[in-house]
């Protein structure tokens, strides 16, 4: 069962132990992070018990990869990074699946909901990731580390090294102009 995280930060000792194969050090690296990935992974896709599935995946995930880890950000930066790649690639395989059935779900969705459908706008089918990259480095990193993962603005200031009202104007700047895309 997760637990809930007491602190965010990570001992420069636990993530050079775990890269060493540390089960251990992994283990407190686990407890210090799980809350924050379950809740990323909740976000992302809205079912409890399915995030539960992606976060062990995400764990398992940084087991194999944390050779892989350069130390050039923050271990939590870079294991939001994993997850995020986690769900993404869990919608992506998901999308996958359904694509190689979609001809029979059409075909049955169009008799279940026949004129209930609603009608597509014109906009809203703009992927949401890629307005995101189209963002400012610095409006991009704050509104993903804020919307997407969920940090305060205070918990972002001291991973960007700026003030939380800094970490403000750079998300609402990011908010107008996903807005602006999101509306054209």
């Known amino acids: 069962m997760l637990q809930p995280s007491v602190a965010q930060s990570d001992s420069p000792d636990d993530v ?20 924050r990935v379950y809740s990323l992974c909740a976000r992302m896709v809205g079912d ?22 350069r130390g050039e950000s923050a271990f939590g930066t870079w294991l939001h990074r994993l997850a995020v790649n986690v769900v993404l690639n869990e919608r992506q395989t ?13 075909e049955m969705d169009s008799l279940a909901y026949a004129d209930v459908r609603p009608t597509e706008v014109p906009g809203l089918s703009i992927d949401l990731e890629r307005a995101i990259a189209t963002l400012p ?40 102009l996903l807005r602006a895309q999101l509306t054209q």
């Open 94 to 106: 998901e999308r996958r699946r359904r694509d190689k059935h979609d001809d029979s779900i059409e």
């Open 137 to 176: 480095p610095g409006a991009k990193k704050v509104f993903v580390l804020h919307d997407v993962q969920g940090y305060t603005h205070e918990e972002i200031g001291e991973m960007l090294g700026v003030t939380s009202g800094g970490c403000k104007a750079q998300l609402h700047r990011a908010r107008m």
């Open 48 to 69: 409890k018990a399915r995030a539960e599935e992606l976060t062990q995946d995400v764990f398992v995930r940084a087991w194999e990869k944390l050779t892989q880890f």
């Open 16 to 35: 050079a132990l775990a890269t060493r194969g540390d089960r251990r050090a992994f283990e407190r690296l686990y407890r210090t992070h799980v809350s």
